[in-house]
């Protein structure tokens, strides 16, 4: 059983899916705190001109160490980042084919009143596209116990896992003895090198959302979410 436990993105980047995509369980690590510029609440598209920032704007302001599974919304946001999407992609060639159901979604997120529940909407739905059978929770499930690598080995031994995936940012907290003595092995996660797909910006950007890679390559999307080398993708600790 190999599990990952990670804070939830917004559309995130094609790396974030082929991570889950190697656990048999994903755990959405939203009772952590919320963390301003970070990934939880924004990502970049492609325009012709180059990347921008789609950011949802959260309700912050006094709430300095909320968990993100707390974090609302300023203001109504989803139509303007379609509208950003719809202009930045229509020409691309699978639009016409991708853009229902992510419309859709967008669509879905505008009812929902916190960012971890629009999340959780894209990642499913992103997942199901990409034919990810990766089953997803949320580490409120397992009512987990510690701070840092105490929370992580404690979901870890709840859900009976053999094997932990991280991503590499963890290395500088993450102590792996506790896991060792669990009899759970760390792994660490190494993108790429992932292949490159013919994209509508001035220079071409692996670290755009996901979405980007849908309208660009369509039905073969899922394979440019995998390493295009031979070699390992993930270094056991």
């Given at each position: 059983m190999r599990v990952a436990i990670i804070q939830s993105c917004y559309i995130p980047w094609k790396g974030f899916f082929d991570l889950i995509g190697r656990a048999d369980l994903y755990v959405v690590l939203d009772g952590?705190?919320?963390?301003?510029?970070?990934?939880?609440?924004?990502?970049?598209?492609?325009?012709?001109g180059g990347p921008i920032w789609l950011t949802i704007p959260?309700?912050?302001?006094?709430?300095?160490?909320?968990?993100?599974?707390?974090?609302?919304?300023?203001?109504?946001?989803?139509?303007?980042?379609?509208?950003s999407i719809e202009l930045a992609y229509r020409k691309s060639p699978f639009f016409a084919a991708e853009a229902p159901a992510l419309k859709a979604?967008?669509?879905?997120?505008e009812r929902l009143d916190r960012l971890t529940d629009v999340n959780t909407l894209f990642l499913k739905a992103l997942m199901q596209r990409l034919d990810i059978p990766t089953v997803m929770a949320r580490d409120s499930d397992y009512s987990p116990q510690g701070t840092r690598t105490e929370r992580l080995l404690d979901?870890?031994?709840?859900t009976r896992a053999t094997n932990y995936l991280s991503g590499p940012s963890?290395?500088?907290?993450?102590?792996?003895?506790?896991?060792?003595?669990?009899?759970?092995?760390?792994?660490?996660?190494s993108y790429g090198p992932y292949q490159a797909y013919p994209q509508r910006g001035p220079a071409f950007d692996h670290?755009?959302?996901?979405?980007?890679?849908?309208?660009?390559?369509?039905?073969?999307a899922a394979a440019y979410c995998r390493p295009s080398a031979v070699e390992p993708a993930t270094e056991t600790g």
């Open positions: 952590a705190q919320y963390a301003k510029r970070h990934w939880h609440n924004r990502n970049r598209i492609m325009t012709p959260v309700a912050t302001k006094s709430r300095f160490e909320q968990p993100i599974d707390e974090v609302g919304f300023a203001e109504p946001w989803a139509d303007k980042h379609w509208r979604a967008y669509e879905a997120a979901i870890c031994v709840k963890a290395r500088d907290y993450l102590d792996e003895s506790p896991f060792a003595a669990a009899g759970i092995a760390v792994e660490w996660m670290a755009v959302s996901v979405i980007d890679l849908l309208f660009s390559t369509g039905p073969e």
